[in-house]
Protein backbone atom coordinates (compact mmCIF):
# COMPACT_ATOMS: atom_id res chain seq x y z
CA UNK A 1 0.00 0.00 0.00
CA UNK A 2 1.08 3.40 -0.91
CA UNK A 3 1.81 5.70 1.63
CA UNK A 4 1.71 9.69 1.87
CA UNK A 5 4.45 11.77 3.80
CA UNK A 6 3.37 15.01 5.11
CA UNK A 7 4.40 17.59 7.16
CA UNK A 8 3.54 20.80 9.54
CA UNK A 9 5.15 22.84 11.58
CA UNK A 10 4.33 23.03 15.44
CA UNK A 11 5.28 24.33 19.51
CA UNK A 12 6.70 21.22 20.49
CA UNK A 13 5.56 22.03 24.06
CA UNK A 14 1.94 23.07 23.23
CA UNK A 15 1.88 19.58 22.05
CA UNK A 16 3.20 18.10 25.12
CA UNK A 17 1.19 20.05 27.76
CA UNK A 18 -1.71 18.11 26.44
CA UNK A 19 -0.93 15.02 27.78
CA UNK A 20 0.19 15.93 31.08
CA UNK A 21 -2.41 14.74 32.66
CA UNK A 22 -3.73 18.14 34.64
CA UNK A 23 -6.40 20.05 34.07
CA UNK A 24 -6.48 21.87 30.90
CA UNK A 25 -6.52 26.00 30.46
CA UNK A 26 -9.26 27.29 28.53
CA UNK A 27 -7.49 27.71 25.39
CA UNK A 28 -6.41 24.20 25.06
CA UNK A 29 -10.67 23.20 26.09
CA UNK A 30 -11.25 25.23 22.93
CA UNK A 31 -8.68 23.57 21.24
CA UNK A 32 -9.70 19.98 22.65
CA UNK A 33 -13.32 20.40 20.96
CA UNK A 34 -11.65 20.72 17.20
CA UNK A 35 -9.17 17.70 18.27
CA UNK A 36 -12.27 15.54 19.51
CA UNK A 37 -14.36 16.14 16.23
CA UNK A 38 -11.11 15.03 14.01
CA UNK A 39 -10.87 12.19 16.05
CA UNK A 40 -14.31 11.10 16.10
CA UNK A 41 -14.50 12.20 12.05
CA UNK A 42 -11.39 9.75 11.75
CA UNK A 43 -13.02 7.12 13.46
CA UNK A 44 -16.36 6.92 11.20
CA UNK A 45 -13.85 6.91 8.37
CA UNK A 46 -12.46 3.35 9.76
CA UNK A 47 -15.66 2.04 10.91
CA UNK A 48 -17.01 2.44 7.23
CA UNK A 49 -13.50 0.41 6.46
CA UNK A 50 -14.56 -2.26 8.62
CA UNK A 51 -11.32 -1.61 10.57
CA UNK A 52 -10.84 -2.23 14.01
CA UNK A 53 -7.99 -1.47 16.43
CA UNK A 54 -9.87 -2.36 19.59
CA UNK A 55 -9.81 1.17 20.86
CA UNK A 56 -11.22 3.47 19.33
CA UNK A 57 -10.08 7.00 18.39
CA UNK A 58 -11.85 8.79 20.57
CA UNK A 59 -11.07 6.66 23.52
CA UNK A 60 -7.05 6.84 22.58
CA UNK A 61 -7.51 10.49 22.84
CA UNK A 62 -8.92 10.10 26.49
CA UNK A 63 -6.25 8.23 27.69
CA UNK A 64 -3.83 10.08 26.30
CA UNK A 65 -5.48 13.32 27.99
CA UNK A 66 -5.36 11.00 31.31
CA UNK A 67 -1.96 10.85 30.56
CA UNK A 68 -1.47 6.92 29.79
CA UNK A 69 -1.43 4.56 26.79
CA UNK A 70 -1.75 1.81 28.46
CA UNK A 71 -4.82 -0.43 26.46
CA UNK A 72 -3.77 -3.94 25.65
CA UNK A 73 -5.91 -3.87 22.68
CA UNK A 74 -3.76 -5.67 19.39
CA UNK A 75 -3.60 -2.40 17.47
CA UNK A 76 -3.63 0.25 20.43
CA UNK A 77 -0.18 1.76 19.03
CA UNK A 78 -2.23 2.43 15.28
CA UNK A 79 -5.00 3.96 17.93
CA UNK A 80 -2.77 6.55 19.80
CA UNK A 81 -0.32 7.29 16.83
CA UNK A 82 -3.92 8.26 15.38
CA UNK A 83 -4.88 10.29 18.33
CA UNK A 84 -1.80 12.04 18.72
CA UNK A 85 -1.49 13.13 15.20
CA UNK A 86 -4.52 14.47 15.73
CA UNK A 87 -3.55 16.54 18.72
CA UNK A 88 0.03 17.40 16.56
CA UNK A 89 -2.45 18.67 13.74
CA UNK A 90 -5.01 20.88 15.70
CA UNK A 91 -1.78 22.62 16.96
CA UNK A 92 -0.13 22.74 13.82
CA UNK A 93 0.00 25.34 10.52
CA UNK A 94 -1.20 23.70 7.14
CA UNK A 95 0.26 20.47 6.25
CA UNK A 96 1.98 20.16 3.11
CA UNK A 97 2.72 17.31 1.12
CA UNK A 98 6.42 15.77 0.79
CA UNK A 99 5.05 12.68 -1.57
CA UNK A 100 3.72 9.21 -2.13
CA UNK A 101 5.92 6.38 -1.32
CA UNK A 102 5.33 2.66 -2.39
CA UNK A 103 7.65 1.61 0.39
CA UNK A 104 8.42 4.36 2.87
CA UNK A 105 10.98 2.92 5.40
CA UNK A 106 12.63 1.18 2.35
CA UNK A 107 13.45 4.37 0.47
CA UNK A 108 14.62 6.08 3.05
CA UNK A 109 16.49 3.31 4.83
CA UNK A 110 18.61 3.11 1.49
CA UNK A 111 18.65 6.95 0.98
CA UNK A 112 19.84 7.22 4.49
CA UNK A 113 23.19 4.27 3.43
CA UNK A 114 23.67 6.68 0.46
CA UNK A 115 24.08 9.65 2.71
CA UNK A 116 25.96 8.04 4.95
CA UNK A 117 28.11 6.95 2.52
CA UNK A 118 28.95 10.80 1.36
CA UNK A 119 29.64 11.23 4.89
CA UNK A 120 26.47 13.00 5.69
CA UNK A 121 25.77 13.33 9.64
CA UNK A 122 24.10 10.87 11.61
CA UNK A 123 21.29 13.16 13.13
CA UNK A 124 20.61 14.93 9.72
CA UNK A 125 19.52 11.72 8.12
CA UNK A 126 16.08 11.48 6.64
CA UNK A 127 15.52 7.60 8.17
CA UNK A 128 16.41 9.47 11.89
CA UNK A 129 13.80 12.20 11.73
CA UNK A 130 10.88 10.84 9.67
CA UNK A 131 11.00 7.94 11.65
CA UNK A 132 11.60 9.84 15.04
CA UNK A 133 8.04 8.97 16.76
CA UNK A 134 6.95 10.87 19.32
CA UNK A 135 7.76 14.36 20.62
CA UNK A 136 10.50 13.93 23.31
CA UNK A 137 9.04 15.38 27.23
CA UNK A 138 5.61 13.17 26.98
CA UNK A 139 5.70 11.83 30.51
CA UNK A 140 4.44 7.83 29.85
CA UNK A 141 5.45 6.09 26.34
CA UNK A 142 3.20 5.24 23.61
CA UNK A 143 3.08 1.85 21.88
CA UNK A 144 4.23 2.04 18.50
CA UNK A 145 1.29 0.34 15.55
CA UNK A 146 1.50 -3.20 14.90
CA UNK A 147 1.84 -2.16 11.03
CA UNK A 148 3.92 1.11 11.09
CA UNK A 149 1.08 2.98 9.79
CA UNK A 150 0.94 6.00 11.40
CA UNK A 151 3.84 6.93 11.66
CA UNK A 152 4.80 9.98 13.68
CA UNK A 153 8.25 12.02 13.04
CA UNK A 154 10.05 15.77 13.91
CA UNK A 155 12.80 17.64 13.04
CA UNK A 156 13.86 20.46 15.04
CA UNK A 157 13.50 24.02 12.83
CA UNK A 158 16.86 24.66 13.92
CA UNK A 159 18.07 21.51 11.62
CA UNK A 160 16.29 22.03 8.81
CA UNK A 161 18.80 24.50 7.48
CA UNK A 162 21.82 22.48 8.01
CA UNK A 163 19.63 19.48 6.83
CA UNK A 164 18.83 21.16 3.51
CA UNK A 165 22.69 22.08 3.12
CA UNK A 166 24.08 18.91 3.31
CA UNK A 167 21.46 17.41 1.00
CA UNK A 168 22.72 20.41 -1.24
CA UNK A 169 26.14 19.61 -0.86
CA UNK A 170 26.23 16.00 -1.78
CA UNK A 171 23.57 16.13 -4.76
CA UNK A 172 25.77 15.76 -7.77
CA UNK A 173 26.97 12.65 -6.04
CA UNK A 174 23.50 11.07 -4.89
CA UNK A 175 22.93 8.19 -6.79
CA UNK A 176 20.42 9.21 -9.82
CA UNK A 177 17.22 7.21 -7.88
CA UNK A 178 17.04 9.37 -5.20
CA UNK A 179 17.67 12.64 -6.26
CA UNK A 180 14.58 13.86 -7.29
CA UNK A 181 13.19 13.14 -3.39
CA UNK A 182 16.37 14.36 -2.07
CA UNK A 183 15.79 17.99 -3.58
CA UNK A 184 11.94 17.29 -3.14
CA UNK A 185 13.48 17.17 0.74
CA UNK A 186 15.83 19.54 0.58
CA UNK A 187 13.37 22.25 -1.04
CA UNK A 188 10.92 21.98 1.69
CA UNK A 189 13.04 21.75 4.66
CA UNK A 190 14.97 25.10 3.57
CA UNK A 191 11.11 27.18 3.01
CA UNK A 192 10.39 25.84 6.13
CA UNK A 193 13.96 27.25 7.82
CA UNK A 194 12.75 31.08 5.77
CA UNK A 195 9.27 30.68 7.23
CA UNK A 196 10.55 30.31 10.75
CA UNK A 197 12.97 32.66 10.54
CA UNK A 198 10.06 35.51 9.51
CA UNK A 199 7.91 33.55 12.31
CA UNK A 200 10.21 34.41 14.59
CA UNK A 201 10.62 38.28 14.11
CA UNK A 202 6.89 38.19 14.81
CA UNK A 203 6.82 36.09 18.31
CA UNK A 204 6.17 32.89 17.14
CA UNK A 205 7.05 29.53 19.01
CA UNK A 206 6.57 26.68 16.57
CA UNK A 207 9.78 24.79 16.71
CA UNK A 208 9.98 21.34 15.02
CA UNK A 209 8.72 20.04 11.98
CA UNK A 210 6.17 17.10 12.24
CA UNK A 211 5.84 14.15 9.71
CA UNK A 212 3.05 11.88 9.25
CA UNK A 213 3.18 9.06 7.32
CA UNK A 214 0.07 7.58 6.66
CA UNK A 215 -1.46 4.30 4.66
Not at 64 to 73: E, K, V
Amino acid sequence: MSKVISYSVADTRRVVAFLSAGPLTADQQRILGYIRKSCEQHQLDLDRQDIDYGLTIPEALDHLLAGRADSDAAYAGNAYYSALQHIIDNHASDPYDLGVFSRPGTFFGLLDDELRRLDVPTELLPGTFLYAGPPDGIPFSIPHPVDGSPEIGRLPLDRAKPAADAYRAVMDRVADDFRYELQQLAGSLQTEHDEWQTALRHGWTMDTVFFSIKG
